[in-house]
T-cell receptor, first 116, second 118 residues
Framework: ETGVTQTPRHLVMGMTNKKSLKCEQH?????MYWYKQSAKKPLELMFV???????ENNSVPSRFSPECPNSSHLFLHLHTLQPEDSALYLC???????????????FGNGTRLTVT | AQTVTQSQPEMSVQEAETVTLSCTYD???????LFWYKQPPSRQMILVIR??????QNATENRFSVNFQKAAKSFSLKISDSQLGDAAMYFC???????????????FGGGTRLMVKP
């Protein structure tokens, strides 16, 4: 039990499809994150939410649309993706990011996304 | 902007031996935090150890310890008595303590794949 659960574990989608990634945390955290992990590249921060409010959008294309309905759930809605968007998408949570600078991130197992 | 560099794409160690993974970073800030994360084949990123830049004492967690050289901007991870379960990708990460920082902006290095030989 990781405390942070991501579904689905694997996803294959066409460029015209619409799909969503889901993340759920049971750690009582109030900050949630989406990271993208591509082959041979450092992890890239995509979005940060604190208390359900988006506090960071790291210049992510609009074909990625996050949603945070409450502090325990985070979604990433995908629409008209490109093959180069194929990657491992990792969700993480932590205590509120401001004022808890050494608060570690707790990660889920990721969703392996393949865009065909 | 901060950058984190891990110069060793791959390392291998014999079981029960000691291995050191390198990490350097570039920053103009004086207060920050450094982390090592482990990513096994299960893909989950697991925190291994953390270091506050204002502390001179090197952090230690059981068989894991760091050599933090602030002036040199170096943060290496030493794994003692290596075990087969230590085989994984290891990522070094930096986080600013700047109050203006928009969030928990962890900057990661490119990772080092550690192989443990039985």
């Amino acid at each position: 039990e990781t405390g942070v659960t991501q579904t689905p574990r694997h996803l294959v989608m066409g460029m015209t499809n619409k799909k969503s990634l889901k993340c759920e945390q049971h750690l009582g955290h109030n900050a949630m994150y989406w990271y993208k992990q591509s082959a041979k590249k450092p992890l890239e921060l995509m979005f940060v939410y604190n208390f359900k409010e988006q506090t960071e959008n790291n210049s992510v294309p609009s074909r990625f649309s996050p949603e945070c309905p409450n502090s325990s759930h985070l979604f990433l809605h995908l629409h008209t993706l490109q093959p180069e968007d194929s990657a491992l998408y990792l969700c993480a949570s932590s205590r509120p990011s401001r004022g808890s600078y050494n608060s570690p991130l707790h990660f889920g197992n990721g969703t392996r996304l393949t865009v065909t | 902007a901060q950058t984190v560099t891990q110069s060793q794409p791959e390392m291998s160690v014999q079981e029960a031996e000691t291995v050191t993974l390198s990490c350097t970073y570039d920053t103009s800030e004086s207060d920050y935090y450094l982390f090592w994360y482990k990513q096994p084949p299960s893909r989950q990123m697991i925190l291994v150890i953390r270091q506050e830049a204002y502390k001179q004492q090197n952090a230690t967690e059981n068989r894991f310890s760091v050599n933090f050289q602030k002036a040199a901007k170096s943060f290496s991870l030493k794994i003692s008595d290596s075990q087969l379960g230590d085989a994984a990708m290891y990522f070094c990460a930096y986080r600013s303590a700047n109050n203006n920082n928009a969030g928990n902006m962890l900057t990661f290095g490119g990772g080092t794949r550690l192989m443990v030989k039985p």
